[in-house]
T-cell receptor
Framework: GAVVSQHPSRVICKSGTSVKIECRSL??????MFWYRQFPKQSLMLMAT?????????EQGVEKDKFLINHASLTLSTLTVTSAHPEDSSFYIC????????????FGPGTRLTVT | QQQVKQSPQSLIVQKGGISIINCAYE??????FPWYQQFPGKGPALLIA?????SEKKEGRFTISFNKSAKQFSLHIMDSQPGDSATYFC??????????FGQGTRLTINP
């Protein structure tokens, strides 16, 4: 149990375009979803926390107008990178919690974004 | 105070040996301490977690030791195998709040 999927697994886009990444909890209802960014050989950096039906809470320094997060249902959250630039190239990972009321966060497989 | 400090940054262990990774925290509100295993190009996978009401938790070859007074916790991997070669992250949270991650340890198990 506790499976989280992400789509797409990798995406290449041109500078100035927008990219949407989906995160789904497949076998539990995720009351909270988190979006992280990870640079090579570094730790995970939390970007934002989203609760179903509420506006996302962004970490300091994360541009909310650039990284749009929607958590419309208990099984789906989306991250849209708007007007992407090469410096947005990174590994984006979502996680979900809420299954059986525990504290556990289960991570998706990640999405590799490359902006050319 | 929100930091979790992890050491060592990298670790090489012979097959069959014990791998030990340490973490320290400052925030006494933290009450959930998970360890994650991450392979290259993959998302982190929850390995084992502990709450502060116990000093040790074991699952198979993986053991968490927790020292509340010292505000430290560690991961022990017994009989380390080449397949255990990965990056390991400790983390901490206060309840169901956001996780604070350590810097990661790149573990290599030599055959």
């Amino acid at each position: 149990g506790a499976v989280v999927s992400q789509h797409p697994s990798r995406v290449i886009c041109k500078s100035g375009t927008s990219v949407k990444i989906e995160c789904r909890s497949l076998d539990f209802q995720a009351t909270t979803m988190f979006w992280y960014r990870q640079f090579p050989k570094q730790s995970l950096m939390l970007m934002a926390t989203s609760n179903e039906g509420s506006k996302a809470t962004y970490e300091q320094g994360v541009e909310k107008d650039k990284f749009l997060i929607n958590h419309a249902s208990l099984t789906l959250s989306t991250l849209t990178v708007t007007s992407a630039h090469p410096e947005d190239s990174s590994f984006y990972i979502c996680s979900a919690s809420g299954g059986s009321g525990g504290y556990e966060q289960y991570f998706g497989p990640g999405t590799r974004l490359t902006v050319t | 105070q929100q930091q979790v400090k992890q050491s060592p940054q990298s670790l090489i262990v012979q097959k069959g040996g014990i791998s030990i990774i340490n973490c320290a925290y400052e925030n006494t509100a933290f009450d959930y301490f998970p360890w994650y295993q991450q392979f290259p190009g993959k998302g982190p996978a929850l390995l084992i977690a502990i709450r502060p009401d116990v000093s040790e938790k074991k699952e198979g070859r993986f053991t968490i030791s927790f020292n509340k007074s010292a505000k430290q916790f560690s991961l022990h991997i017994m009989d380390s195998q080449p397949g255990d070669s990965a990056t390991y992250f400790c983390a901490a949270s206060a309840g169901a709040q956001k996780l604070v991650f350590g810097q990661g340890t790149r573990l290599t198990i030599n055959p």
